[in-house]
């Protein structure tokens, strides 16, 4: 069976430190990957997509950006967090060109 | 700009009732669609789908329909209980290959015993 995971689960940074978020998913080959952030109150957030190695497509302008160096392995990054990147981010992976999205545990975030 | 709304960010409902959760989409395109439940720091967990060209999908106690012309789909929970308590989304899709959701921004469904 097919499994996701994420870590750290929880994570405290300062304003201007850098960021690394790592998903992993087992099971399956060459998903589509995706990247989502919950903000406090509201709903989920379409960040990074991923159809294969090296393919990255961004949905919003952000200071984040995203990787992914391996087939299983989808990576958000920043260089430089904001208070606003506060969150709780999640990481999703559907069998490609089919429908449904499976995600991950998710990573809490609080930049301070 | 919302393309996908739920507009109750919450409902009470007691346990062995019927709990009905709204989601209303203004893109015409979208031809396929989710609802998600999530506990509390964890990620969501997928329920049921339903696709454009059918107006319900069953799955035990959940049932989803589709009312493309009204662009409003809802979920059914029958019945309700207390574990059925969760946050509940509902997203939509337009794009075939990548298949991108558009997630509505929940409704918090508690179930009172």
């Known amino acids: 069976s097919q499994t996701i995971h994420q870590w750290p689960a929880t994570l405290v940074q300062p304003v201007g430190s850098p960021l690394s978020l790592e998903c992993t998913v087992e099971?399956?080959?060459?998903?589509?990957l995706y990247w989502y952030r919950q903000a406090a109150g509201r709903g989920l957030q379409l960040l990074f997509y991923s159809v294969g190695i090296g393919q990255i497509s961004s949905e919003v302008p952000q200071n984040l950006s995203a990787s992914r160096p391996q087939d299983r392995q989808f990576i958000l990054s920043s260089k430089k967090l904001l208070l606003s990147d506060s969150g709780f981010y999640l990481c999703?992976?559907?069998?490609?060109?089919?429908?449904?999205?499976?995600f991950g545990p998710g990573t809490r975030l609080l930049v301070l | 700009d919302q393309q996908v709304k739920q507009n109750s960010p919450s409902l009470s409902v007691q346990e062995g009732r019927i709990s009905i959760l709204n989601c209303d989409y203004t893109n015409s395109m979208f031809d396929y669609f989710l609802w998600y439940k999530k506990y509390p720091a964890e990620g969501p967990t997928f329920l049921i789908s339903i696709s454009s060209i059918k107006d319900k999908n069953e799955d035990g106690r959940f049932t989803v329909f589709l009312n493309k012309s009204a662009k409003h789909l809802s979920l059914h929970i029958v019945p309700s209980q207390p574990g059925d308590s969760a946050v509940y989304f509902c997203?939509?899709?337009?794009?075939?290959?990548?298949?991108?959701?558009?997630f509505g921004t929940g409704t918090r469904l508690k179930v009172l015993a």
């Open positions: 997203a939509a899709s337009a794009i075939s290959g990548t298949y991108k959701y558009i």
């Open positions: 099971g399956t080959s060459n998903p589509n």
């Open positions: 999703a992976w559907s069998v490609q060109f089919k429908e449904t999205q499976y």
